[in-house]
C-alpha cells in the first residue's frame, strides 16, 4: 500500500534557528496535510496542499508540495518554544482513508 | 474541536479481558475513525465508518472490532487485550473540507 516517510525523526533545535521536515512518497500523492502534536496533546491540523508547487504561509511557517506532487515540506523559520512537538504529514490516498507519516519531533532548546 | 470526546481517557486492563473505548461527537459528522498511535509508528489506522453500520478496515485491524448504531457513536472493542494492544488510541472525525479533527485520546495499558 501507499507509505509516507517522514525525515529527519528528530530534531532539536536552539531556539531561533530554522527547523524543516520533510514528507516523501514513491507514488503520486492526490494531497498532503499536515498536523501538529504538542507533547501529550492530540494531533491538530495545520493545513492541506493540493496543487502542484503548491507553497502556503501561515505566519513563520512555509509549507510547499512538490512538482511532481510526491514530497512536501514543512519549514518553520527562526523556532519559539511554542513550536515543540511532533509533526506529522498526512495523504487521503485517494479514498476517505488517511495514511500518516511516522512524524518529526522537534525539540527547541531555549 | 468538532466536539469530539473519548471514554475512558485512562484504562489499565488485563490480558484476555474484553475493552470497549467510546467516541462520540456531537455534529453529526458522516466519518469517523480510530487510530492507534505507538512510539516509531505514528498514526496506524485501525478501522473507520463513513456511516451508521458502515464500517471498513484500517492498516492494523486485527484484534478489533467497531461498531456504529448511532451516528454520534464509534465504538472500538478489543475483544481480548493483548499486551500488544497498549497504546493510546485516538477518534477522529472528518469534516466536509477533508480535514480530520482528533479526540483528546484514551491511553491504554494491557498488563
Known amino acids: 500500500g501507499q507509505q509516507v516517510m517522514q525525515i529527519p525523526q528528530y530534531q532539536h533545535v536552539q531556539e531561533g534557528e530554522d527547523f524543516t521536515t520533510y514528507c516523501n512518497s514513491s507514488t503520486t500523492l492526490s494531497n498532503i496535510q499536515w498536523y501538529k502534536q504538542r507533547p501529550g496533546g492530540h494531533p491538530v491540523f495545520l493545513i492541506q496542499l493540493v496543487k502542484s508547487g503548491e507553497v502556503k504561509k501561515q505566519k513563520r511557517l512555509t509549507f510547499q508540495f512538490g512538482e511532481a506532487k510526491k514530497n512536501s515540506s514543512l519549514h518553520i523559520t527562526a523556532t519559539q518554544t511554542t513550536d515543540v512537538g511532533t509533526y506529522f504529514c498526512?495523504?487521503?490516498?485517494?479514498?476517505?482513508?488517511?495514511?500518516f507519516g511516522t512524524g518529526t519531533r522537534l525539540k527547541v532548546l531555549a | 474541536d468538532a466536539g469530539i470526546t473519548q471514554s475512558p481517557r485512562h484504562k489499565v486492563t488485563e490480558t484476555g479481558t474484553p475493552v470497549t473505548l467510546r467516541c462520540h461527537q456531537t455534529e453529526n459528522h458522516r466519518y469517523m475513525y480510530w487510530y492507534r498511535q505507538d512510539p516509531g509508528h505514528g498514526l496506524r489506522l485501525i478501522h473507520y465508518s463513513y456511516g451508521v453500520k458502515d464500517t471498513d478496515k484500517g492498516e492494523v485491524s486485527d484484534g478489533y472490532s467497531v461498531s456504529r448504531s448511532k451516528t454520534e457513536d464509534f465504538l472500538l472493542t478489543l475483544e481480548s487485550a493483548t499486551s500488544s494492544q497498549t497504546s493510546v488510541y485516538f477518534c477522529?472525525?472528518?469534516?466536509?473540507?477533508?480535514?480530520?479533527?482528533f479526540g483528546p485520546g484514551t491511553r491504554l495499558t494491557v498488563l
Open positions: 477522529a472525525i472528518r469534516d466536509r473540507g477533508d480535514t480530520q479533527y
Open positions: 498526512a495523504n487521503t490516498s485517494g479514498t476517505y482513508k488517511y495514511i
